[in-house]
């Protein structure tokens, strides 16, 4: 269950720590035909950054082109937290912070390791997200619908809370 955050900082702090706990969402380039796509992320909250480990010649790459505006949508593995983060994304040339986050998993989608010509590191700023989260386990939300539907009184179900965070606000 996640649990409600307090204020911006409170909930900046919790979208960094879930991050952290499932590696992978959805990263498009704002105003491209492309679809959204299924990413690894490595998110940095020390310097504000979430970055990925792709290849040249994606679309994704070709719709960043010298940068964009892009749009990562997260979901938490319980289902209890939700976020859509927006920002610039560019291609950030760093072997430093390549090799920081080089590993054998990401290995495993180039052809010649960590050596091939096609690794492209992406850098997404976030500066605005929205998150939602629940306190409540499934079967919790499930009742709290059920009851606000039966109900005149009740106009919606308490499930959680949504916010939206402008991290210029928080830093």
């Not at 491209?32 to 690894?40: D, G, K, L, N």
């Not at 386990?137 to 619908?145: A, E, F, Q, T």
Request: proline share 6%; hydrophobic share 40%.
């Amino acid at each position: 269950m996640a649990r409600r955050p307090d204020s911006d900082a409170d909930a900046a702090a919790q979208l960094w720590k879930r991050l952290d706990d499932t590696r992978t969402g959805m990263l498009s380039v704002d105003g491209s035909s492309q679809h959204p796509q299924p990413m690894s992320h490595f998110a940095d909250p020390d310097s504000g950054e979430i970055w990925f480990i792709t290849s040249a010649d994606t679309d994704l790459v070709a719709a960043v082109g010298l940068g964009a505006e892009a749009t990562f949508c997260y979901q938490s593995q319980k289902g209890d937290y939700h976020a859509s983060v927006k920002g610039p994304l560019v291609v950030y040339q760093s072997e430093e912070k390549l090799d920081s986050l080089w590993s054998p998993p990401v290995a495993a989608w180039f052809e010649q390791g960590r050596e091939d010509p096609k690794v492209t590191l992406l850098q997404l700023t976030p500066r605005e997200a929205a998150i939602w989260a629940s306190d409540s386990n499934p079967i919790l939300v499930g009742l709290k619908m059920l009851n606000a539907a039966m109900r005149d009184d009740v106009s919606e179900p308490d499930v959680g809370i949504h916010r939206v965070i402008n991290f210029s606000d928080v830093a």
